[in-house]
């Protein structure tokens, strides 16, 4: 409980702090008139206040990813709770703050034609595809996990049970994508962000209340797999994909600009941005702690349950083990709410990233729709594969995983090119220095794991150290060269 305390006590110092001197090193300019006031549509630019559009920022970005990922990261022991810190202090508020300042600066661009203005049209195109991606894998995936524990919460879980809250939920995403922004999820999602908050809140009490015996940093990092009886992954490059937003997410970048759209002053970046995915952090790093109560300290099989369940039934399990009916049902409402509040947003800038690029205006519903349609095609289609394949969801979020963490690297490089012509010196050292940690990271991964290439996991170690020091040299042969250019 010591680390946890420890790592508590961090992020929340390292908004102050190291969120202050991003913010600062940034330069907001409260004078200047953000997209929501120069572009209103009623639809998707619309100034709403700041503490709403920080509630729906941070539902928007939370999901499943701080829960589910904290739980399977938890069994990597204490090192979990130092990459929920260090990545979310250093790399996750940083990207995401970027990401939407950037946005604001833009005219409320979004992820794609930010990576175009400083990395390039052939950039751009790319991960434009790529956004497409993993916003539709994103959508597929938050449809069927959140149906998993609605079927098991109303029934017994059983495949009939848990199609009709797939069908349930899809509909919602179709009616959310087409609606302006302040009808459905500017009214809604502060109520179920709430909820989110409560079931963090009320677990963190519950763990003062227990105290439990947990791993602790100085008991080392490495091996509490083993001791556990647990099918061990290696930490590098696993845990950092495992742990993906609640410690640094892609998906955030497709998700910023929708709020970049809202905000009203540039002022509020810093709470709105980096204190949202702070925030997400303390909810990683709470689940982290009581998935290992549930692993290391005998916490499965005092609520019934055993250490190879899966993370939406340790949701279940613990949440009602602790919280009681009332207690667990706001708990599992948040958990569940999250990954949904996070699909319809996904649906939403997938159908804005695409009619950008087609210069298509969605102000009608009709141009709304010709975008939108197809994606869902789409995505059922990814639903259907995996409902229909037995191991399909596992599949679909490992390469969501890979993905999601691709696309935050890009995004780390896309502001490293912006605080180098923007700002000069050495400023870009804020997103550089995470920008080649997660390029090793998903280089490695890529190679090594069993839906990559699987390049032998000894490797790992050499690849990884190989990328980070080819980026960085040639990073820097590119800024000399812009040097001269001058």
Avoid at 52 to 60: G, R, T
Avoid at 193 to 204: D, G, Q
Avoid at 233 to 242: N, W
Avoid at 331 to 360: E, N, Q
Wanted: net charge positive.
């Amino acid at each position: 409980m010591v680390s946890f305390l420890i790592s508590i006590a961090a992020l929340v110092l390292g908004y102050f702090v190291y969120g202050a001197f991003v913010d600062r090193v940034f330069g907001p300019d409260p004078s200047r008139k953000t997209p929501a006031v120069t572009k209103a549509d009623g639809v998707d630019y619309i100034a709403m206040p700041s503490w709403k559009v920080y509630m729906i920022q941070f539902l928007n970005i939370a999901g499943t990813g701080p829960i589910f990922g904290a739980i399977m990261g938890a069994k990597f022991g204490p090192s979990s709770y130092l990459w929920i810190v260090l990545g979310c202090i250093f790399a996750g508020a940083v990207h995401d703050y970027m990401c939407g300042m950037l946005s604001v600066r833009h005219g409320g661009a979004g992820f794609p034609d930010l990576v175009g203005e400083y990395l390039g049209k052939r950039t751009k195109k790319v991960m434009l595809a790529f956004s497409i991606i993993l916003l539709l894998l994103v959508g597929t995936v938050f449809v069927y996990s959140p149906a998993l524990i609605l079927g098991d919460i109303a029934g017994d879980g059983g495949r009939g049970s848990v199609m009709l809250w797939v069908g349930v939920i899809f509909l919602y995403y179709v009616v959310a994508t087409l609606l302006p922004i302040d009808k459905l999820i500017g009214r809604v999602y502060p109520l179920f962000a709430f909820a989110l908050l409560f079931m963090a809140a009320a677990l963190m009490v519950c763990l003062f209340i227990k105290w439990p015996s947990l791993p602790e940093f100085w008991d080392g990092l490495g091996g509490w797999s083993a001791k556990a009886g647990l099918s061990g992954q290696p930490v590098f490059p696993c845990l950092f994909i495992t742990i993906a937003c609640g410690a640094i997410s892609g998906f955030h970048a497709t998700q910023s600009p929708l709020m970049a759209r809202c905000i009203q002053n540039e002022k509020m970046g810093r709470p709105i941005f980096y204190g949202s995915m702070i925030t997400e952090g303390l909810v990683a790093l709470i689940w982290a702690a009581v998935s290992s109560w549930f692993f290391f300290d005998g916490g499965a099989a005092s609520v019934g349950s055993d250490l190879s369940a899966s993370a939406p039934a340790v949701v279940t399990k613990v949440s009602e083990g602790w919280l009681g009916l009332l207690g667990g049902i706001l708990a599992i409402l948040g958990v569940v709410a999250a990954p949904i509040t996070s699909g319809d947003t996904a649906f939403r800038s997938a159908r804005l990233i695409v009619a950008d690029f087609l210069h298509l205006e969605q102000k009608a519903i009709g141009k709304r729709l010709v975008v939108a349609l197809p994606l869902f095609g789409l995505s059922a289609l990814l639903l259907w594969y995996n409902i229909a394949d037995a191991n399909g969801f596992n599949t679909i979020w490992r390469y969501f995983g890979w993905s999601n963490q691709t696309l935050a690297a890009f995004m780390l490089w896309t502001a490293t090119v912006y605080l180098f012509r923007a700002k000069g010196s050495s400023w870009y050292l804020v997103t550089l220095l995470p920008a080649l940690f997660m390029t090793a990271v998903c280089v490695t991964f890529i190679l090594v794991d069993k839906t990559g290439f699987r390049v032998p996991q000894t490797l790992a170690p050499w690849i990884g150290l190989s990328t980070f020091a080819i980026s960085a040299i040639l990073f820097y042969l590119w800024k000399n060269h812009q040097k001269n250019v001058r």
